[in-house]
């Protein structure tokens, strides 16, 4: 038995890596990609806004790296064992890393860059506790710099994409697009350019602001990694080696709709969904087990093959479809109006209206 239950447990873990990569890659080979559903409820922010937005994810899950890349680097945040600088929690509960460095302008060959040599910045000392919310709010302002200038920097790069697309439907350049819609940056690559075409002037003129937002960007980067490293929040987890190797919590992230830490979103749904388990398992034993008694002592009879017939029918009907009949028929004031249609809640919440009450006369 004990050999058995630790084989199990050993295949679960293929299992678990094998369902979560395939997701994964669905959600990332969808159009759009891991962020297209941000993109989509932020599609009322003007255009500066949505690319600090887009910042921010880039910066948070390297969404311009490879798929494999990016999986590795999502179960980095799940896993107990943290590489690299230490995390740190702010007082909201929101896991804070270290920022990520821009990825360099394209096409050097076209452009060549060579990026700005950032001054010195003085070493700030180490944060106490006289020092910590002016720390905090200093390191804030930093942040937002950053954000701001990846922003800048991602916007005026998202914009030179789908001028070259237009370039290289110009000139005949092949395999230009991925299917995503996005421009292939190694079409380019053996490629020397047209001046002479009409589109020219305007795609030289956005390497040149590529060029001075990405100074910008990593100078503003250099600062808020200098104030990170003041170590103006309480860090994550326990330090094993320094700067190296960390012992942590998982990192679920935060919820771009609420601003709250998804861990801390989880735990406080946690209790409704216990309750709707706790209500439902004795209801489908107390169907289930009599059911299959009595089908195993009448094999064959007309019970056992309409039982049978119906508990295969009820288990293949999709979970979604029956949640949208059942809330179309039981909770909807137009069918029983038996249920809220949202929540566990309503005008006598504080009765637990849906739970058996007695009464004591």
């Known amino acids: 038995m004990l050999t058995y239950l630790v084989r199990r447990i050993l295949v679960m873990i293929p299992t678990l890596l094998g369902i979560t990569f395939l997701v994964f890659s669905l959600l990332a080979l969808a159009p759009g990609g891991i962020g297209a559903g941000l993109t989509v409820s932020g599609g009322n922010m003007d255009a500066s806004k949505l690319a600090q937005l887009q910042a921010r994810l880039e910066d948070r899950y390297g969404l311009n790296d490879p798929l494999l890349v990016q999986y590795g680097r999502w179960l980095s945040h799940l896993s107990p064992l943290k590489f690299g600088k230490r995390d740190q929690v702010s007082p909201g509960g929101e896991l804070i890393s270290s920022p990520a460095a821009l990825h360099q302008p394209p096409l050097q060959h076209w452009f060549p860059f060579e990026p700005a040599v950032v001054g010195v910045i003085p070493t700030r000392p180490l944060v106490d506790e006289t020092t910590r919310s002016d720390a905090q709010r200093d390191f804030r302002r930093l942040q937002t710099q950053y954000a701001t200038a990846r922003g800048a920097y991602n916007g005026t790069r998202k914009q030179l994409s789908l001028e ?194 007695w009464s004591s006369s």
């Open 164 to 357: 070259l697309i237009d370039y290289a439907k110009a000139e005949g350049i092949g395999g230009a697009r991925t299917p995503k819609g996005e421009v292939r940056w190694s079409a380019f690559a053996r490629i020397e350019p047209d001046r002479a075409n009409l589109l020219w002037p305007s795609i030289e003129r956005m390497f040149a602001d590529l060029h001075r937002q990405y100074d910008v960007g990593e100078a503003a980067r250099a600062r808020m990694a200098n104030a990170f490293d003041a170590k103006p929040f309480e860090e994550a987890g326990i330090g094993i080696v320094p700067d190296v190797l960390t012992i942590g919590p998982p990192d679920l992230g935060v919820s771009f709709s609420s601003g709250r830490p998804v861990s801390e979103l989880i735990l406080s749904r946690l209790p409704v969904t216990l309750l709707l388990n706790f209500i439902a398992f004795p209801i489908i034993y107390l169907v289930a087990i009599p059911s299959g008694m009595l089908a195993a002592s009448r094999k064959g009879s007309l019970f056992d093959v309409t039982s049978g017939a119906m508990f295969l029918a009820l288990w293949s009907i999709p979970t979604v479809w029956a949640g949208v009949l059942a809330i179309g028929y039981l909770a909807s004031p137009q069918g029983l109006n038996a249920f809220p249609v949202t929540g566990l809640h309503d005008t006598a919440a504080d009765t637990w209206p849906f739970l058996p009450t």
